[in-house]
């Protein structure tokens, strides 16, 4: 069931505006984060920065859909619509798919059937990576939803995935036993899987290159898998900075990759060729937290205007008058 809260924009702590030469510009991270506070209502928002952590804005998502019986918000994309987040109901156990897009306006999706982990978006399709029981009482892992009809249909069968991502017309998915499975977006059918074997070690998410390489994380380190599951590179983060990377999004276009954390509160931003990479606090302030991350790509030429704060967050995208 697809239910609407419309956002006012009264409370606006912050307008940035910028025009941008857009041929050398990455783009932008947007953070999924939920705060260490100590406490049983521990903020919750989507902030939006530059690679190298400038800040631009954020939106508190649990105070935006009123409800603050949500479990913690989790993974997050950006999609035709606008950007998305999953989340659970602690009381009723189910899970929400929220979205907010350029019209200032909230929506959320009741999927009862659903233990979201991971989400991607692509055209009016969000794909939610998790275990779901379909309509013909069959456990599934993935959740294709519709935004433009409030339907959504079912992948990967008698499976349970940790994450998910897309990649042209395939998505892939990562299972609890480091299974990779390659999925057709057209047919809906398995094309090819791979497991991910090194030293025995369990893998949390997963990202694809335009070249089908796998870009994997174990605890504190980033591998390079090949198409075919050989190992081809790896980067280890410091632990003190990223103890648990819990999220990967990687931009084909630039190669930038921008991976979430557990606990530490921070993003790790690398590259496809894993040389070296940087780290930003996502959090507000000296705060830890959970971080998923999105890569929100910025077309060329372009004007992107924001307006971020308390109770809003908008990202408009349009052509730069001739």
Known sequence: MKKNVLVAFWAALLTFVCVMPLKATPPLVIASVNEFTG???APQYLSVSQ???TFLGKTDVEQLLQYRAYQPVSDV???????????????DGHTYVAWLDSEDQWSYYDLPQLAAQSIAAKDNHVYIGGSLMGSDSKKYGIADLDVETDTFDVLAP??????????????YALDHDNVVSKYSLTT?????SITLNLNGNTFDSIAIDQTG??????????YKFLGNGVLADSLVIDRNLASSIVDIDLDSTSGLIACGTRYSGNVVVTDVFLDSYTTFKATLGSA???????LLP??????????FGGMGILLMLRKRRS
Request: aromatic share 12%; proline share 3%.
């Open 39 to 41: 406490g049983g209502n």
């Open 51 to 53: 690679k190298d952590g």
């Open 77 to 91: 994309a950006f999609g035709t619509y606008g950007f998305y987040t999953c989340m659970k109901g602690a009381a």
């Open 158 to 171: 008698n499976s349970w995935v940790k994450d998910i991502d897309l990649a042209g017309d395939f998505v």
């Open 188 to 192: 809906q059918q398995i094309v090819s």
């Open 213 to 222: 390489s796998i870009f994997a994380s174990s605890t504190n380190t980033l």
């Open 288 to 294: 830890n937290g959970d971080v998923y991350v999105g």
């Open 298 to 307: 910025v077309p060329e030429p372009t004007v992107v205007m924001g307006v």
